[in-house]
């Protein structure tokens, strides 16, 4: 199975792409996540991409790009893609890579829900630093305020998750990531459209419903 999950911050990428890969054995590949780990590691691409980051503007696609290619090489038993592509010169540059490995997309899976949606959504997430287990203070709260059930540690907001970074993540997604649906379309791979909006077990149903179909 190889996917790409598109949507806009806070649409459930994550949620949804852990759900995945874990009943379908495929590995999930988010752009964030590997791009945060560098930031706390401290290493030159995470230096590098911290300021983009926290700014709410994408990271150059060379680097994104470059990060792709190493993990795709080994997902032999396939993927799950959450915040990649994420504009037009990746979505190419993804075309190149799945051509070299010789493998096709089963399918590009649009979440979509309003922005006031999203924005409740990015406004209560929480993680653990040490396990990187995801809460919702709205919809999914920890049994103890702030703790991590899994490892009891302090749960932190994410950097990028305060109000006005969110509104500029929300542009830049609409003008630079959204256009990805069109390219899609245009070069005949098959997008299947899903409301993200609703509770996470009912779009983790409705995925299922589309990739049975
Ligand atoms: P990234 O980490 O990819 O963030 P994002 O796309 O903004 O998406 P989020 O992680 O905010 O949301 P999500 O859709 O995964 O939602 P989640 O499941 O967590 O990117 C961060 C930054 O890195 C970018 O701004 C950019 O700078 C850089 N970057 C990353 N990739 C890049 C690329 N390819 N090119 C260039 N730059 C790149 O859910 C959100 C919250 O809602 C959670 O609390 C969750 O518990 C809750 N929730 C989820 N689903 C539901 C539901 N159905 N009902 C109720 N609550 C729900």
């Not at 190149?96 to 979509?112: C, K, P, Q, R």
Request: hydrophobic share 40%; proline share 7%; aromatic share 4%.
């Amino acid at each position: 199975m190889r996917l790409i999950l598109l949507g806009a911050p806070g649409v459930g990428k994550g949620t949804q792409g852990a759900l995945l890969a874990e009943r379908f054995g495929i590995e999930r590949v988010s752009t964030g996540d590997l791009l945060r780990d560098a930031v706390r590691r401290g290493t030159p691409l995470g230096r590098n991409a911290k300021r983009y980051m926290d700014a709410g503007e994408l990271v150059p696609d060379p680097l994104i790009l470059d990060l792709v290619r190493e993990v795709l090489s080994t997902a032999d038993s396939g993927f799950v893609l959450d915040g990649f592509p994420r504009t037009i010169p990746q979505a190419e540059g993804l075309d190149e890579l799945l051509g070299e490995l010789s493998i096709a997309l089963d399918a590009v899976m649009v979440l979509e829900a309003p922005d006031e949606v999203l924005i409740k959504r990015i406004s209560g997430r929480r993680s653990c630093p040490r396990c990187g287990a995801v809460y919702n203070i709205h919809f999914e709260p920890p049994a103890a305020p702030e703790v991590c059930d899994r490892c009891g540690t302090e749960l932190v907001q994410r950097a990028d998750d305060d109000a006005d970074t969110v509104v500029r993540r929300l542009e830049v997604y609409h003008a630079q990531t959204r256009p990805l649906v069109d390219y899609y379309e245009r070069t005949g791979r098959p997008v299947r459209q899903v409301d993200g909006g609703q509770p996470v077990d009912t779009v983790q149903d409705s995925i299922s419903a589309v990739l049975a179909a």
